[in-house]
């Protein structure tokens, strides 16, 4: 899951940068190319690629194993709890997010008992 959350930094987080934030990732990229958004982003960068992340297509529940949807899902909501827990983040700015990912989680616990319920 680590793998996979590294790739959503990679390929959602560049469009969340400033300007300045983006002549740094670029300059990291040079030294280190493998994670160098995850070492650049702020707090706040993060939070939204988290939002992106429990999306699709990075949680696909008709593609991905059930067991990796929960723990991507848990991971995202452990995240923001502590970007909250140790004011990296606003209070009030991860509200909805928290709310969000406890909706995909509520949602994907359904979609999986109607699967599992006979037709």
């Not at 940068?17 to 300059?27: I, K, M, N, W, Y």
Request: proline residues 3%.
């Amino acid at each position: 899951m680590y793998q996979r959350l590294l790739e959503c930094l990679e390929t959602e987080a560049e469009g969340t940068l400033t300007d300045d934030d983006r002549v740094l990732l670029a300059a990291e990229r040079e030294f280190q190319p493998v994670g160098a958004v995850a070492r650049t982003m702020h707090a706040n960068d993060l939070r939204v690629a988290i939002d992106r992340f429990v999306r699709k297509p990075w949680l696909d529940t008709d593609r991905q194993e059930r067991q990796d949807v929960r723990v991507q899902l848990r991971l995202s909501r452990a995240i923001l709890m502590f970007l909250a827990a140790n004011q990296l983040i606003a209070p009030y700015s991860h509200a909805l997010q928290l709310l969000t990912v406890q909706r995909a989680i509520t949602g994907t616990k359904m979609i999986y008992q109607r699967r599992s319920q006979p037709l």
